[in-house]
């Protein structure tokens, strides 16, 4: 049972380019989201989608982009990284009134 | 606006002593509240939750968590450290039965000396 799973676990950009994060989970959850993890900042929401074909923003959406592609894959886009993106990031997932499983991380360096 | 404070980026306790993470939070609706752990380069998992049933929650390792409304607190205790507790600790907050959609604390990393 391989939960929520996140590829890649490191990634190196250049100011500029573009990337996608992926994110899976085999749990047959509604749900999905995406945060990232900065030092004394704890976690931050970026973008949640609460069923397949719906997303909506969270607290820090700007410069990044999602897809809900199915109930299973919640991908996260940076179409033109800046160092400030420099971060780890989560993908989770839940049904409601459930408690939320997180991925890994995505360790992601912006140069 | 929901918020959640951590008090102590940092606790420090020798092996055996008592563990208490604070967190208080506020919300203009009866909260679900959460403690995650994580470990080194893991994902977060979960400690416990309150969702509005037993004040006084428990939950995995041996950690237990009491909600005070009048206080507006979620603090996190443990009676016996054990090496194997350090790890980073966060507090969280939901205003819905959403859970996945959180408001984080700044999070407690705890040091467990020998």
């Known amino acids: 049972n391989a939960g929520v799973t996140q590829t890649p676990k490191f990634q190196v950009l250049k100011t500029g380019q573009s990337m996608t994060l992926q994110c899976a989970q085999d749990?047959?959850?509604?749900?999905m989201y995406w945060y990232r993890q900065d030092p004394g900042m704890g976690l931050r929401l970026i973008y949640y989608?609460?069923?397949?074909?719906?997303?909506d923003k969270g607290e820090v959406p700007n410069g990044y982009n999602v897809s809900r592609l199915n109930k299973r894959e919640f991908s996260l886009r940076l179409e033109s990284a800046a160092p400030s993106q420099t971060s780890v990031y989560f993908c989770?997932?839940?049904?409601?009134?459930?408690?939320?499983?997180f991925g890994q991380g995505t360790r992601l360096t912006v140069v | 606006a929901q918020s959640v404070t951590q008090l102590g980026s940092h606790v420090s306790v020798s092996e055996g002593a008592l563990v208490l993470l604070r967190c208080n939070y506020s919300?203009?609706?009866?909260?679900?509240l959460f403690w995650y752990v994580q470990y080194p380069n893991q994902g977060l998992q979960l400690l416990l939750k309150?969702?509005?049933?037993?004040?006084l929650v428990k939950g995995i390792n041996g950690f237990e968590a009491e909600f005070k409304k009048s206080e507006t607190s979620f603090h996190l205790t443990k009676p016996s450290a054990h090496m194997s507790d350090a790890a980073e600790y966060f507090c969280?907050?939901?205003?819905?039965?959403?859970?996945?959609?959180?408001?984080f604390g700044q999070g407690t990393t705890l040091q467990v000396k020998p």
């Open positions: 969280a907050v939901s205003e819905s039965s959403n859970t996945g959609k959180l408001i």
């Open positions: 989608s609460a069923s397949e074909g719906t997303t």
């Open positions: 749990m047959n959850h509604n749900s």
């Open positions: 989770a997932s839940d049904m409601t009134t459930t408690e939320a499983f």
């Open positions: 309150y969702t509005s049933a037993a004040t």
């Open positions: 919300s203009s609706v009866p909260p679900y």
